[in-house]
């Protein structure tokens, strides 16, 4: 029996080194697309300058440098298209430019304040960079506090902001839920809201107030 159990557990070991063999490598590669004829523009270069902006602080994998791809060159637009496929990314979000990680896409004026944030995800890494601000266009305290936090992110372009309009219900039932999950009391249920990690600025005096030191590095 002995060396039928010995055959036995050999077989089953095998089987596991095999299976791990096959399992999937972490996907970290990233793409930039983009459709442009003028080559004087140097949308690659613009790109590739915006991307060491929001992440030269971090250590990334050689595999992890972007993939440029011009849409307008042979072969790049179905590229593209392959990999929106892939991704399930809806047609009305095929969009360009657009940047795209294992952890979801952004596309047009959404690629900056959201290419920090994907990469991190998508790589697994802490993002201690990247704010988002709650708002709604026809608040008077936001209309107060919009351009003096829209100022302050101009200042440090190493700080990413992701602004979410909290008009429409489901951004609005998001934010209720966000709230409620990190028990913020009652009172400051409010826009405008302005978070970091597990850290927030509640109202537009919280905010005007406290805003240089919150950002502070």
Known sequence: MKPLRTL?????LCLLSAASGCRKAPDR???YFYEEVCAACDVPGKFRALFSQKTGDLSLPEESIPTVCNVFSQGGEETWRT????RGIPEEGQTLPMVVTSAGWAFGEDIAPNLRRLVCQSLGLADDRTYTYYYRPDCGDCVRSDPVVEAAFAARPELSLISIDTTDPEPKAAFKALLMEMQVPEEEWQVPFLLY????????????????DFLAP
């Open 8 to 12: 036995l557990l050999l077989t089953i």
């Open 83 to 86: 990999l929106c496929q892939e």
């Open 197 to 212: 990690n597990d850290r927030y600025l509640s109202g537009v005096d919280a905010i005007l107030e406290n805003l240089p």
């Open 29 to 31: 590669k990233i793409w």
